[in-house]
């Protein structure tokens, strides 16, 4: 069964809104959270992921430590305790565990983007989000920029939700300047830039193609309020942004009704 496009524009908090609090961390989050969008939209989050030495998924980007902790090294070399000795952000938070981040949600959509490729990986999520209710695994779309990642879960977990790959966007992108989109991939969250080297890759016709398939067209990252309009107007139904609470802001500043 095939995904139902949002009815309400989603604005992702990429990394619990990395620009307006320390990413990928439990008060990034809760800010996050605590915004009031418009009442046409809906908030949802997303983090990043990595496994440690032990098998824990922590919310963490980067491969090593150093740019958002004071730790030092790889994050796959380190066990989860050791992991969760180190200080996040300016104000010196733990690295949470992906389970901890599911108990914050309620009932917002999570993406959780996949930075390593090893197959490992894949099986631990899988194994970790088996043990989830239902209703939990229906609020989790996940991606990953590591193709192999994406289809290895798929094959694992047909159930869940996953973002398309890069060659399927490409593809879809080919075949609808070919009129051909009837043969595009579906059933998955298209999560894309506007543009990408030099390509306008969210145009109506990629949303409307998207929308008859019942799939959500997700644009990163908007930290403006015209340019999500704009998008929005094209049809897209979300947008990934590092300033949850100003570009709400921004958006319940303007006047009249959503643009059709």
């Not at 809104?17 to 961390?25: F, I, L, R, Y």
């Not at 051909?180 to 390509?199: I, N, Q, S, Y």
């Not at 300033?243 to 802001?249: G, N, S, T, V």
Request: glycine letters at 8%.
């Amino acid at each position: 069964m095939l995904p139902t496009v949002s009815s309400a524009f989603v604005m992702i908090a990429k990394a619990g809104g990395s620009a307006e609090g320390a990413e990928n961390t439990l008060s990034a989050i809760a800010a996050a959270l605590a915004v009031s969008p418009p009442g046409w939209a809906r908030l949802a989050l997303e983090i990043d992921v990595r496994l440690s030495a032990d098998g824990a998924l922590v919310a963490h980007h980067d491969a090593t430590l150093e740019r958002t902790t004071n730790g030092k090294g790889l994050v796959r070399a380190q066990p989860f305790e050791r992991l969760r000795q180190l200080s996040a952000g300016p104000g010196g938070e733990p690295m949470p565990r992906l389970e901890e981040v599911y108990e914050r949600i309620g009932d917002h959509e999570l993406v959780v983007e996949l930075h390593d490729s090893e197959p490992i990986v894949v099986h631990e999520l899988v194994r970790t989000l088996a043990r989830l209710p239902p209703a939990a695994r229906q609020q989790l779309i996940l991606a990953s920029e590591h193709t192999g990642v994406v289809r290895a879960l798929r094959d694992l977990d047909p159930g869940l939700r996953t973002a398309a790959t890069a060659p399927e966007a490409w593809r879809k992108l080919l075949l609808e300047r070919l009129r051909l989109e009837r043969w595009a991939p579906r059933g998955h969250v298209w999560m894309v830039p506007a543009r990408h080297r030099g390509v306008q890759v969210v145009t109506r016709r990629f949303a409307e193609s998207a929308a008859r398939a019942g799939d959500d067209v997700w644009v990163f990252v908007v930290d403006d309020a015209q340019e999500a309009l704009r998008l929005r107007r094209l049809g897209a139904s979300g947008c990934f942004t590092t300033r949850p609470r100003a570009l709400c802001r921004a958006l319940q500043a303007v006047a009249g009704p959503l643009p059709p």
